[in-house]
């Protein structure tokens, strides 16, 4: 099983639309987690940090199930702006390892 | 944003010859990281510093040396550069080793 493993999509969504992805990850004993954006030939920026059962910023909602080792991503009333590849995120010991990434595409 | 920068932005080179990537923070962060990330590997750790001197390999780090003599300048030099090192090369830095933030990127061509 790979380290951390996401749904590479694309997912096409329109505008206004509610979207999930999914992240599985194989370190039980990791205890935060992160979800990265990255643009297109951009570097990967923080969009969100998960310490405990889950984070809600905004539009933005991250979940966690430490029991089935998953991570997942909600978006609401998706924006054209919303258009990027979304990065799981799970530390080990002092490093990072990330998952391939799931790209979203929103069309008018 | 987190005071990183790379250089350079972009680069040509030809196999066989040296490459030196720099990556300077203004944060005082104590890590630093290099990764590279290609299509369907997504970014894979090269090496990373946990201090001054103090450095460590990733899971991708043969062909690849590092030095950080200083807090703010962490350099990633590739010996003798070949076509698989083709690549964007992203520099990042934490300070507790969990949150990163992330340099704009060098994207290195080798001929």
């Known amino acids: 099983r790979k380290e951390v493993e996401q749904d590479p999509g694309p997912f096409n969504v329109p505008e206004g639309a509610t979207v999930a992805f999914n992240c599985t990850y194989s370190?039980?004993?990791?205890?935060?987690f992160f979800w990265y954006r990255q643009d297109c030939r951009k570097e990967p920026k923080l969009l969100m940090s998960v310490y405990s059962s889950g984070n809600e910023d905004g539009r933005f909602t991250a979940q966690l199930n430490r029991a089935s080792q998953y991570i997942s991503l909600l978006i609401r009333d998706s924006k054209l702006s919303d258009s990027a590849t979304y990065l799981c995120?799970?530390?080990?010991?002092?490093?990072?390892?990330f998952g391939t990434g799931t790209r979203l595409q929103v069309f008018p | 944003d987190a005071g990183i920068t790379q250089s350079p932005r972009h680069k040509v080179t030809e196999t066989g010859t040296p490459v030196t990537l720099r990556c300077h923070q203004t944060?005082?962060?104590?890590?630093m990281y290099w990764y590279r990330q290609d299509p369907g590997h997504g970014l894979r750790l090269i090496h990373y510093?946990?201090?001054?001197?103090?450095?460590d390999k990733g899971e991708v780090s043969d062909g690849y040396s590092v030095s950080r003599s200083k807090t703010e300048d962490f350099l990633l030099t590739l010996e003798s550069a070949t076509s698989s090192q083709t690549s964007v090369y992203f520099c990042?830095?934490?300070?507790?080793?969990?949150?990163?933030?992330f340099g704009p990127g060098t994207r290195l061509t080798v001929l």
């Open positions: 370190n039980s004993a990791s205890q935060s």
């Open positions: 944060e005082n962060h104590r890590y």
């Open positions: 990042a830095i934490s300070g507790d080793a969990n949150e990163q933030f």
């Open positions: 510093s946990y201090g001054v001197k103090d450095t």
């Open positions: 995120v799970v530390p080990f010991t002092d490093k990072l390892i």
